[in-house]
């Protein structure tokens, strides 16, 4: 009997730490479990990030066998609010499927976090671009018997070694939205979508049809000013395709999952289009009449979207702004999921 009430108090005491937004969600999915940081988030000078310290574990579940494995908060300067990117994990008898694979350092921590839930064999990765949040522990995972599928740009992005994407595909202009790769696995429907360059010129999305998911990396994020990594591939103009394409492939109740910032649906992405849209035709008035990129980081082009932009920080900011600034000046092409772009005292 003793033993018995012991346990009913730990329950008790257990239900008393989790957020009420998180008990009514029992039973429906997504629940999340730790949502990321806000912030403000400050780090002194010389700041290095300390990986013994960043803790790795299940922040959300999307369905009984989909959940999410992130970072912890307040340690990365990177991306303070969750360090690293968010990792989905797809695990039952056929084995587990990752989206994505954290930073090299946490690797190890990566998957001790998918070993709390699931002892299946890692079988296949697919990276949704090439940045080291996301394809860092590649090379380890891939020693865990993982079959790494990409964008063929996002293999041509990397170094070569350990790690590299095997299996390969490529975005189709004439059927965007297309699954180029669908899986069936473990009960679920998954398929690899590759985008038109948005981000970079090498992503992909992934879509869980049964879960009614969508991975949609980072040409979409809440936490910050948007990023696209011009000198990969990306554009502002391919993020707002991008969007554009996710208004046709979810429906009003389809959960988003970027790889950083909140879970979110598609009417969410709306503002953040619109804002983009501003930006550039903003720019591009100032540019047209001859004002320099310092002059026109120092016109405050986003100070109506700070108040509303969680994680803005002044480099968030000037980096969105002098993408905007090169874009309306037209970017040079892409080789091999590549671009020279200007450098900028």
């Not at 369905?63 to 797809?90: K, Q, T, W, Y």
């Not at 170094?159 to 095997?166: C, D, M, Y």
Request: glycine share 8%; charged share 20%.
């Amino acid at each position: 009997m003793m033993k018995k009430r012991a346990l009913w108090w730990s329950i008790v005491a257990a239900l008393a730490f989790v957020p009420a937004s998180v008990r009514v969600q029992e039973g429906r999915y997504p629940i999340e479990i730790v949502p990321p940081g806000k912030g403000p988030f400050t780090f002194p000078a010389g700041y290095q990030t300390p990986w013994d310290r960043i803790q790795i574990f299940v922040t959300a579940k999307m369905s009984p066998n989909l959940f999410v494995v992130h970072g912890s908060e307040a340690l990365d300067p990177a991306h303070p609010d969750a360090s690293g990117g968010r990792v989905m994990v797809l695990f039952g008898n056929d084995g587990v499927l990752m989206v994505d694979t954290e930073n090299r350092q946490v690797a190890e921590k990566t998957l001790k976090a998918i070993r709390e839930f699931t002892n299946a064999p890692i079988k296949v990765v697919v990276n949704t671009h090439v940045h080291g949040d996301h394809t860092g522990a590649n090379g380890f995972f891939a020693g865990q018997g993982a079959v790494i599928f990409a964008q063929e740009n996002l293999r041509k992005e990397m170094a070569p070694g350990a790690g590299v994407p095997v299996v390969t595909y490529n975005y189709d202009a004439a059927a965007p939205g297309r699954a180029a790769v669908t899986l069936n696995m473990n009960g679920e429907t998954v398929d690899f979508i590759p985008m038109m360059p948005s981000h970079t010129a090498g992503d992909t999305i992934v879509r869980f049809r049964k879960a009614n998911v969508i991975y949609i990396e980072d040409f979409y994020r809440n936490f910050g000013y948007p990023f696209a990594d011009q000198g990969n591939g990306g554009s502002l103009q391919g993020m707002l395709d991008a969007v554009d394409l996710i208004e046709t492939l979810a429906d009003a109740k389809t959960t988003l999952v970027p790889g950083h910032g909140t879970l979110v649906h598609k009417q969410d992405l709306l503002p953040y289009r619109a804002m983009v849209v501003d930006i550039l035709a903003r720019v591009k008035t100032l540019r047209g009449q001859g004002t320099s990129l310092k002059d026109v980081l120092a016109a405050d082009l986003t100070a109506s979207y700070d108040k509303t932009t969680l994680g803005d920080t002044q480099q968030s900011k000037d980096r969105f702004i002098t993408e905007a600034y090169d874009e309306v000046a037209g970017l040079p092409p892409v080789v091999d999921g590549k671009r020279s772009m200007p450098v900028h005292p």
